[in-house]
């Protein structure tokens, strides 16, 4: 198995402008989450989905972040519009079962809003 | 306001020596910790965890201890590998509720 897979690795963007990111789950798993890594806050949940279905919003931020996830083999998470704020280094993670122990991280997209 | 937090940004060891990761927490309902390891452009992986329950938690070179009424954890690795460079990051939860994660320290193992 290739493991989570995240795209892009790296994005540049400038304030304003729409940013998508976006994961493919391990193949399997019905557990998918969003994390977000800062030097100030660490790791942050933002959301976690349950067979394609949103269990957990409360971390996301403000309304600009929004995540979906159509079917089980890929989930996207956007913000519209982006600020400097946001830069930071986003994780998808996925899991068979809601264990924190067992979820399995992809490598992550680092996002730098100018 | 961080309910977990790593106070030390990085640490250097010794190879062979011990490396003392800490951790403090803030929230008295927290009753699972969790610690993560991660490698530069790779995701967190997770190595040891420790219920409320217990003081301690051995797996292999590493082992957490908690100090319940000090609200505080840390993470031994015995003996330090250079392998071992990585980025550590502490996790708490309580019952029903999403993990809170502390900002992380870097650790450095000189061969």
């Known amino acids: 198995d290739a493991g989570v897979i995240q795209s892009p690795r790296h994005e540049v963007t400038e304030m304003g402008q729409e940013v998508t990111l976006r994961c493919k789950p391990i193949s399997g798993h019905d557990y998918l989450f969003w994390y977000r890594q800062t030097m100030m806050r660490g790791l942050e949940l933002l959301i976690y989905f349950n067979n394609n279905v949103p269990i957990d919003d409360s971390g996301m931020p403000e309304d600009r972040f929004s995540a979906k996830m159509p079917n089980a083999s890929f989930s996207t998470l956007k913000i519209q519009p982006s600020e400097p704020r946001d830069s930071a280094v986003y994780f998808c993670a996925s899991s068979l079962t809601s264990s924190y122990n067992e979820q399995f991280f992809g490598p992550g997209t680092r996002l730098t809003v100018l | 306001d961080q309910q977990v937090k790593q106070n030390s940004p990085s640490l250097s060891v010794q190879e062979g020596r011990i490396s003392i990761l800490n951790c403090d927490y803030t929230n008295s309902m927290f009753d699972y910790f969790l610690w993560y390891k991660k490698y530069p452009a790779e995701g967190p992986t997770f190595l040891i965890s420790?219920?409320?329950?217990?003081d301690k938690n051995e797996d292999g070179r590493f082992t957490v201890f908690l100090n319940k009424s000090a609200k505080h954890l840390s993470l031994h690795i015995v003996p330090s590998q250079p392998g071992d460079s990585a980025v550590y990051f502490c996790a708490a939860k309580s019952s029903g509720d999403k993990l809170t994660f502390g900002t992380g320290t870097r650790l450095a193992v000189r061969p």
């Open positions: 420790i219920s409320s329950i217990k």
